[in-house]
């Protein structure tokens, strides 16, 4: 799952149709479309899709493609199976490929001609009134056009992840948070530290916190650290200075200031309640 900010999304989705005139789609990883403008795909695709087995074919060539373009991680261009072209470019982090921003349904100039003429062969007005039409509509770009939109989508979905209008799921990005938080409790862990992890610049690390954990990253490592440390008092029994350090707290005197402010009562107090209550 993730996250998308709509509005702004589809603000830059409708500037883009405006200048190529070429339908854009956002995918989520699965393959399902979160947004797409136009919202209705072109005529023909329509008409086509209309029957079961030409609407199998065209959703099993976009698998094909989003399989292919999440090994690459790259964009992939591609001519479906009625030879319109397409591409696909993936939105991916340190989570891995969180979706897809796809554009196509045009036809390359260079063969239009010829396409067209294929198409109107294949597809007859009785089984598919308006086809005729519809395929005469289809938009024609030239490759050199073609090129540019990819080049520009590329750039789209940099600027889609450098503001945060695209997203992991809160509860993905808090259980690989945690997890590093937790196979790295007794070190020091830094900003840098996480930027690393998550291959992210300081700035989108600290609007994802903002976003997600409702405090500061520094306060919400703290709280772990914590956390941790009562799962300790109460399951272990280890001494309350050997779980300060084993929690990431060099100072034991530190431990006990910050463990009696997030809990409100001592670090040995916390540990006679709850193994009674366990006992």
Known sequence: MININIPNL???????????????????????????????????????????????????????????????????NYRCHKGLSEAIVPIYDANGVLGFIMFGQVLMQEDAKRAREELHRQFDESQFPGIHEAIDQIPVKTAAELEATSTILKALVSYLLSNQW???????????????????????????????????????????????????IATYIRNQRIAHACRMLSDTDMSVNAIAYAVGFSDYGHFSRIFQKVQGQTATAYRRKNQKRKS
């Open 166 to 216: 695209v997203t992991p799921a809160k509860s993905e990005f808090i259980r690989r948070l945690d997890n590093f938080i937790e196979a790295n409790l007794d070190k020091n862990i830094t900003v840098n530290d996480l930027c690393a992890e998550f291959h992210i610049k300081r700035t989108r690390l600290y609007g994802i916190a903002k976003n997600y954990l409702d405090c500061s």
């Open 10 to 76: 589809y603000k830059v989705f409708h500037d883009f149709y405006k200048l190529t005139n070429i339908r854009i789609v956002l995918f989520d990883k699965s393959g399902k479309v979160l947004l797409a403008y136009p919202k209705s795909k072109g005529k023909f695709c329509t008409l086509i899709e209309r029957d079961a087995t030409l609407d199998q074919r065209c959703s099993d060539c976009d698998y094909t493609n989003f399989e292919l373009c999440s090994k690459a991680k790259q964009l992939v």
